[in-house]
Nanobody, 125 residues
């Protein structure tokens, strides 16, 4: 019933920027939090950032806090992940997630109820 679709991934040179988008359809307005996770080959899915339904609360992983920003215009618009100064270690599949968990504690994949299929980000050196 709920569908999440990511877009904006691609190939970028180190130091460049990408903006990922996540659009939710269905009854997504009932979800309190939208989040981004990433998974590199052979690695576990890792938390990147989360945002509340109204954008009033955000959490960004320490590993990317200086370079990544999560945002949304309002609850009716897509959620964005602005990624600046990208590094090769950022290469991964990036996934959008939705759930009722609050952003301050929603740092595990098991906290979320719905997932997109992912968008691939590759950063070349």
């Amino acid at each position: 019933q709920v569908q999440l679709v990511e877009s904006g991934g691609g190939l970028v040179q180190a130091g460049g920027s990408l903006r990922l988008s996540c659009k939710a359809s269905g009854r997504a307005f009932n979800f309190y939090t939208m989040a981004w996770f990433r998974q590199a080959p052979g690695r576990e899915r890792a938390f990147v950032a989360a945002i509340s339904w109204n954008g009033g609360s955000t959490v960004v992983a320490d590993s990317v806090k200086a370079r990544f920003t999560i945002s949304r215009d309002n609850a009716a618009n897509p959620v964005y992940l602005q990624m600046n100064n990208l590094k090769p270690e950022d290469t991964a599949d990036y996934y959008c997630a939705a759930g009722t968990v609050r952003p301050v504690i929603g740092r595990q994949a098991s906290d979320y109820d719905y997932w997109g299929q992912g968008t691939q980000v590759t950063v070349s050196s």
